[in-house]
T-cell receptor
């Protein structure tokens, strides 16, 4: 079945540090890939997405590139802020599925210290 | 982006009672909504897929008689936890899928505590 493997956390960084959260996937079809962010006590918000190989999703300084050859979708940000502290989830959906359910990774807790 | 609301945001109930959680898509019609459960510091577990006008599709291991899902309109799905027990205490999150799209928008979640 489809699955997403995320880098285990928690991750603690100082403000302005470089962030990478690794994400790899296995899928039976051709997936669309997503990063979601969850702030404490809240639901999930879509951070960025990519729907085909070599697409780069970007938002709020975060970027991730859909790499089909390595089945990866790593999240990066050049300079993190305290406000980026949250849990980040990598996810995929198979575009051919009728329900288009999301399959989530386990989540990575990020804490940014001032 | 699209907005999905949930109500209530938190609820405390006694063991043996039932609790209803509402999920609404505020600015789009959603033929498909999803219900997730999230344990502390863990990922989201898909409980069921809610389809407007038809029965929900439950994931393996989820008791359909305990977690009743109704999707009576294109903007509202409800999850009723029947005869709640302390082990049902959790964070329940819904999402709504934009028609003809892969995009899902999530509600803010409902914290259920069963005493």
């Amino acid at each position: 079945g489809d699955s997403v493997t995320q880098m285990e956390g928690p991750v603690t960084l100082s403000e302005e540090a470089f962030l990478t959260i690794n994400c790899t996937y296995t899928a039976t079809g051709y997936p669309s890939l997503f990063w979601y962010v969850q702030y404490p006590g809240e639901g999930l918000q879509l951070l960025l997405k990519a729907t085909k190989a070599d697409d780069k999703g970007s938002n709020k300084g975060f970027e991730a590139t859909y790499r089909k050859e390595t089945t990866s979708f790593h999240l990066e940000k050049g300079s993190v802020q305290v406000s980026d502290s949250a849990v980040y989830f990598c996810a995929l959906t198979i575009s051919s599925g009728s329900a288009r359910q999301l399959t989530f990774g386990s989540g990575t807790q990020l804490t940014v210290l001032p | 982006g699209a907005v999905v609301s949930q109500h209530p945001s938190w609820v405390i109930c006694k063991s043996g009672t039932s609790v209803k959680i509402e999920c609404r898509s505020l600015d789009f019609q959603a033929t498909t909504m999803f219900w997730y459960r999230q344990f502390p510091k863990q990922s989201l577990m898909l409980m069921a897929t809610s389809n407007e006008g038809s029965k929900a599709t439950y994931e393996q291991g989820v008791e359909k008689d305990k977690f009743l899902i109704n999707h009576a309109s294109l903007t509202l799905s409800t999850l009723t936890v029947t005869s709640a027990h302390p082990e049902d205490s959790s964070f329940y999150i819904c999402s709504a899928r934009v028609p003809l799209s892969y995009e899902q928008y999530f509600g803010p979640g409902t914290r259920l505590t069963v005493t």
